[in-house]
């Protein structure tokens, strides 16, 4: 199939250089870059909802206050549970331009991404995703104790630092362990991307 010619000036600087240099944007055009660099780059990036983990991990490393603890870390579990389906959404909905300008679905991202998120489509568009690496699993099962059941658990009340609270299963520190998981999803979009570069391009 071949797809669309289009130029743009390689000496242009508001696109971003990991954007400019992949080899699948070389025949974009500067205004269409452009705006990609304020979307998502991998196309499963997932940006806003990953941003949004980082905003609530950096508020849950300056409370000691047990309450206010507890609600922003189960808002970090939920946006991070979050971050999981607009991947795999973004996967399954991944179209290209053939040279007559028609849309034709793309499915070279769902492959990968299992590797990390189940998945499957649905009707309606509607896509499923659940955890398949370990640290997304107990992420899963964190965010579903405080979704449907009932209050986070965590202690101590009392703490000095932030590190210190834990979750009451497993003692494992809150902080630290969030901190995992926002490493791991901010990852897996580059780390999926890469894999269908060296695919595509081996």
């Given at each position: 199939m071949v797809m669309k010619e289009k130029t743009r000036d390689p000496g242009g600087t508001r696109v971003p250089e990991e954007i400019r240099d992949d080899p699948y944007l070389l025949n974009w055009t500067d205004e269409e870059l452009e705006c990609l660099g304020e979307s998502d780059w991998p196309p499963i990036a997932a940006t806003d909802k990953i941003e949004e983990?980082?905003?609530?991990?950096?508020?849950m490393r300056k409370t000691t206050n047990w309450k206010q603890f507890r609600w922003l870390t189960s808002a970090f579990l939920e946006a991070a549970r979050a971050a999981m389906d607009w991947m795999a959404f973004a996967a399954h909905h991944y179209w290209q331009q053939d040279a007559e300008g028609n849309d034709f679905y793309d499915d070279r991202?769902?492959?990968?991404?299992?590797?990390?998120?189940?998945?499957?489509?649905?009707?309606?568009?509607?896509v499923a995703a659940w955890p398949i690496d370990p640290l997304l699993k107990e992420l899963s099962r964190h965010r579903k104790e405080t979704a449907h059941y009932g209050p986070l658990w965590i202690k101590p009340k009392l703490v000095t630092a932030p590190s210190d609270f834990v979750f009451v299963e497993g003692d494992q520190p809150a902080v630290a362990?969030?901190?995992?998981?926002?490493?791991?999803?901010?990852?897996?979009?580059?780390?999926?991307h890469a894999?269908?570069?060296?695919?595509e391009y081996e």
């Open positions: 983990c980082g905003f609530f991990l950096d508020l991202y769902v492959q990968p991404l299992r590797r990390y998120i189940g998945t499957e489509k649905q009707k309606k568009g509607r362990f969030c901190e995992q998981v926002f490493e791991l999803i901010s990852a897996i979009p580059h780390q999926v894999e269908v570069q060296s695919k």
